[in-house]
């Protein structure tokens, strides 16, 4: 084998492994003031994520907030068939991994969620609206993405 073979089979070697390393999920960003460099769902990497019931959902975040806040709140919403449900979130200051609140600009948090998916759940599809919103109504954070519960 030639070098230059070796090289590039090395190389998308190296590219199949960052890629499975990195755990991220596509979603659509709905207005994020701040700037979010990683949004990670427990075992769904391409949506619709297909939810099993009962399970146990991780929702990681990690963002850099552009202003200050004192509060930090995790508002939920499911669009379902096209009525919305807002869902009762988890307050996001306890949520911060080795952190708190007040939120101050340009530091970097990492935001763990774990979501109980409960066996009396209907089967549903949802698109699921994640926001971290603060006490001045600043979305710093805004996810969406369909789920599937089955
Ligand atoms: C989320 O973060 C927790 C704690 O750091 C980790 O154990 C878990 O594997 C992460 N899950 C995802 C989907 O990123």
């Known amino acids: 084998m030639s070098t230059t073979c070796h090289n590039i089979l090395l ?3 190296v590219l199949v492994l960052v890629a499975e390393e990195a755990v991220a999920t596509i979603y659509q960003d709905c207005g994020s003031q701040a700037m979010v460099s990683e949004f990670s769902i427990t075992n769904c990497d391409v949506p619709p994520c297909l939810v099993p019931r009962p ?31 807002p869902w009762p979130g988890p307050d996001g200051c306890t949520l911060l991994e080795g952190d708190s609140c007040p939120l101050v600009p340009g530091e970097t948090y990492k935001y763990r969620a774990v979501m109980p998916v409960l066996a009396e759940y209907p089967a549903v599809s949802a698109v699921v609206t994640w926001k971290l919103r603060d006490e001045k109504g600043v979305k710093h954070v805004c996810a969406m993405l369909p789920i599937t519960l089955i």
């Not at 929702?59 to 939920?76: A, C, K, M, R």
């Open 11 to 13: 190389l998308v070697f």
């Open 55 to 85: 399970s146990t959902y991780h929702v990681n975040i990690t963002f850099t907030p552009e202003s200050s806040s004192q509060e930090l709140e995790t508002v939920i919403l499911a669009n379902i068939g096209g009525s919305d449900f």
